[in-house]
């Protein structure tokens, strides 16, 4: 069984090799703006796990084109941060990112990260598996100084949220009310249960 990674993130392919599993990494490529106006009005649960499916799938549909064989399983996320009534991803420019934490600073927001699994045998999906993950995140107040070093680091603009658990931003991350895995991109628990919907043993990847 091959465990292929839809995504381009280098913090969900650590957690993934951190637990035993090193994936296959494939970056679908899609559209995320095209997607998201595909929906009606979406829940940002809706729309994190609309995102997910349609990287796993991407990435199957290049696989089944290239005449694959054998079994594959694919898992696709997507995350966005839920902060006072406004759902953001990666903030892009050092402007709207210190904007970000000017606001969050000294308090929570909730990281939302939708996660789907396709299993493949040979060109054709078998089984098809989707949900989402939300943990509450409470941020510290880093002085001028520090969140000036943090955004020339250029770290929080290509994350969403603008902040990360696992690298530079964690020293700002007061705490986590759920799963740090998910604020890091890829949920271990939704993962491994995910992956049993489509009839996969987690601990059968292992390497």
């Known amino acids: 069984m091959q465990f292929v990674l839809a995504s381009a993130s280098p913090a969900r392919l650590a957690v993934l090799r951190a637990a035993g599993i090193d994936p296959v990494v494939r970056v679908s490529g899609i559209d ?3 997607v998201a ?3 009606s009005d979406p829940t940002p649960e ?3 796990v609309r995102l997910a499916q349609a ?3 991407a990435v199957a549909d290049e696989l089944a084109a290239e005449g694959h064989t054998g079994e594959s399983v694919i898992v696709g996320c997507d995350s966005m941060l839920s902060f006072d009534g406004e759902v953001v991803g990666k903030p892009q420019t050092k402007q709207i990112a210190r904007d970000r934490w000017l606001r969050m600073a000294g308090k929570s927001g909730t990281l939302i990260t939708g996660h789907a699994v396709v299993r493949l045998d040979g ?3 078998v089984k098809e598996a989707a949900a989402s993950k939300s943990t509450v995140v409470r941020w510290s107040r880093p002085s001028e100084e520090e969140l000036a070093a943090y955004l020339e680091s250029g770290e929080p603009l290509q994350v969403a949220g603008a902040f990360t658990l696992d690298g530079l931003g964690g020293w700002f991350v007061e705490g986590v ?5 998910s604020v890091i991109g890829i949920s271990l628990p939704l993962t491994r249960r995910l992956l049993a919907e489509v009839g996969i043993r987690v601990t059968d990847l292992w390497g």
Not at 177 to 181: E, F, T, W, Y
């Open 32 to 34: 995320e703006d095209a």
């Open 37 to 39: 106006a595909e929906l």
């Open 46 to 48: 809706q729309l994190v």
């Open 55 to 57: 990287k796993a799938a």
């Open 123 to 125: 060109d054709v999906r």
């Open 177 to 181: 009310d759920g799963d740090p895995s």
